[in-house]
C-alpha cells in the first residue's frame, strides 16, 4: 500500500477488503443473490464475491480496497468469462477515475453497498452456466459441511 492511501484510510488492506466484502454480501443478500465469498473458478482465479440469482445468473464482485490493489491487478478481466454481471465494489472514497467506464461499480462499507453504476448484462453460454453453477453449488456444500466440524 502507498503512503498516501495509509494516510488516507486507517485500515490495513486485508481489513479494508474484509469490511468491503461484507457490504457486498449483504448487498447481494438485498438483491436476492445466494452470495458466495472467494470463490474459485475454473480458470484458477477466486473471484471475492459471486452470487447467483433465483435464474440462476451469476454475478461477480471484485473488491478493490485501494488505489494500489486495482492498479496491481491484471486478472480481473479473466473474471468476466463466468458471469453475466461483473462489478468493482470499493470505498465511496476510492479514485473512481481509475476504474473502466464500461463495468458496474459499486460502493461499500461494512454495514451494506448500492449499485452506482449497473454492470453490462453478458449472457453465458449455456454449457459454460451449467458447469459455473454446477462449481458453484459444489463449493457452497462443501464449506458448508465444514462449519462446525
Known amino acids: 500500500m502507498q503512503n498516501e492511501d495509509l494516510a488516507a484510510d486507517p485500515l490495513s488492506r486485508p481489513d479494508q477488503t474484509a469490511v468491503l466484502t461484507r457490504g457486498v454480501v449483504r448487498l447481494f443478500i438485498d438483491l436476492g443473490l445466494a452470495p458466495l465469498i472467494e470463490f474459485n473458478l475454473a480458470n484458477g482465479r477466486r473471484a ?74 453478458r ?9 459455473v453453477t454446477l462449481r458453484f453449488a459444489r463449493q457452497s456444500a462443501l464449506r458448508s459441511c465444514y462449519d462446525g466440524y
Open 123 to 131: 449472457a453465458l453460454a449455456p454449457a459454460r452456466r451449467k458447469a
Open 48 to 121: 471475492d464475491v459471486a452470487g447467483l440469482d433465483p435464474k440462476g445468473r451469476l454475478v461477480i464482485a471484485e473488491v478493490k480496497s485501494c488505489r494500489a490493489d486495482f492498479e496491481c491487478d491484471r486478472k480481473w478481466p479473466e473474471y468476466r468469462d463466468y458471469c453475466d454481471r461483473f462489478y468493482f465494489a470499493v470505498d465511496p472514497s476510492f479514485p473512481l477515475e481509475l476504474l473502466p467506464a464500461d463495468e458496474g461499480l459499486i460502493l461499500a462499507d461494512a454495514y451494506g453497498a448500492i449499485v452506482k453504476t449497473p454492470a453490462t448484462e
